[in-house]
């Protein structure tokens, strides 16, 4: 055999055993690890939320508000957390909840009001009234006026003859309660049709309510949809009342006005 092919014969063959070897250690060699990411969780402060859903007039206590652990980016304003009042708990106990609180929501001074025994008074918003108006199945939209529902107040009363005037004196007030009864029934039972219904009214609003109990063959309460609930509830028929507070009448003799002076003016045409 020529040298120079013994010389390639015996390169290849090393070629290949350092082939193998490192075809071996590559094997054998274990694999490398991935770190884990790291994640970090955002702080967290524990804040008071209800622990069963809270319907308006029934009261707290331990067994419907708890801690529970909140972002602590997400806390606003309102919201009640054990850094700033620890004994939030016992300091509530016994509050009158003034708006709905669902299960999970967290308790805002907003929505409950002092532990009080008079909880009509506690439910009422700063600058607010309670007024009554008796109501009946034909006047109370069938029965199916429940308390914090908005409804408009219809006056109905005589005009000339036999003419009947209707006239809407209040407009998207809310229901306080039906009779004495300041929540809806949830268990089911068929409701027992009030005959009084108690709404929430403005000092103004009150006096034209007053007035229109008085001037009014019959009053009925016309039921409106929740989607309005965003809608002014502070209007009211002002005509009714002069600037004393006393009803605005006006004397209208052969067609023309007589004002308080005697003098008579034109009627508008």
Do not use: C
């Not at 009261?59 to 700033?84: C, F, H, Y």
């Not at 219809?154 to 998207?172: A, F, P």
């Not at 229901?175 to 009864?181: C, F, G, N, R, Y």
């Not at 965003?230 to 007589?258: F, H, R, W």
Request: hydrophobic share 45%; net charge negative; aromatic share 2%.
């Amino acid at each position: 055999m020529k040298p120079v092919r013994i010389i390639i014969l015996a390169v290849a063959v090393l070629s290949a055993a350092m082939a193998g070897l490192l075809a071996m250690r590559l094997t054998g060699a274990p694999a490398p690890q991935m770190a884990e990411p790291v994640v970090e969780r955002a702080p967290t402060v524990n804040v008071l939320v209800a622990s069963k859903s809270l319907p308006v007039g029934s009261r707290l206590g331990g067994d419907s508000i708890q801690w529970m652990a909140w972002p602590k980016d997400g806390v606003v304003d309102g919201i009640i957390t054990e850094e700033n009042q620890p004994t939030a708990i016992d300091d509530l106990s016994g509050a009158v909840v003034r708006l709905p609180i669902f299960n999970g929501e967290p308790v805002r001074h907003e929505k409950v009001a002092d532990s009080s025994s008079r909880i009509m008074s506690s439910l009422l918003p700063a600058g607010k009234r309670a007024v009554a108006t008796e109501i009946t199945v034909a006047t109370g939209a069938g029965g199916f006026i429940l308390p914090n529902d908005r409804v408009d107040v219809i006056m109905v009363r005589k005009g000339d003859g036999e003419l009947y005037l209707t006239e809407t004196v209040l407009s998207n007030v809310r229901v306080l309660a039906i009779d004495q009864q300041v929540e809806e029934k949830d268990d089911g039972t068929k409701a027992v049709v009030g005959t009084t219904a108690t709404l929430e009214l403005t000092p103004d609003q009150s006096k034209v309510m007053t007035v229109a109990q008085q001037m009014a063959e019959r009053i009925s309460l016309a039921l409106r949809s929740v989607a309005d609930a965003q809608e002014s509830d502070t209007d009211a028929a002002d005509y009714l009342l002069s600037g004393d507070g006393q009803p605005n009448i006006q004397v209208i003799k052969s067609g023309s006005i007589v004002k308080g002076d005697g003098t008579v003016g034109q009627t508008q045409q």
